[in-house]
């Protein structure tokens, strides 16, 4: 059976996200994947303070998923305004 990804709740969503745009920024930058992962580990931090470094290493992978999806949508979403720039969502 295959497992389903984790989803993120209300209190979660923000950090996920944070992650996601970190660990982006990173990559892009031409940083390692450890780099990469250490960034979003420290937005997680920063949205969930008081969460044990390895708690946030935890959300910061399990975000990953999310993160790809965020990303293809933001891309999607990009390309769409750029080709039909009055289309709204």
């Known amino acids: 059976m295959t ?19 970190a660990y982006r920024e990173m990559r892009e930058a031409g940083r390692s994947d450890q780099e990469a992962h250490e960034a979003a580990v420290m937005a997680v931090l920063e949205a969930l303070p008081g969460l044990p ?10 975000g990953r998923p999310y993160r790809d999806h965020f990303l293809r949508a933001s891309r999607h979403r990009r390309v769409r305004v750029a080709v039909w720039p009055d289309m709204r969502e």
């Open 3 to 21: 497992q389903r990804p984790p989803m993120p709740t209300e209190e979660r969503r923000p950090a996920w996200r944070r992650a996601c745009l």
């Open 53 to 62: 470094w390895k708690e946030a290493s935890a959300e910061a992978v399990n």
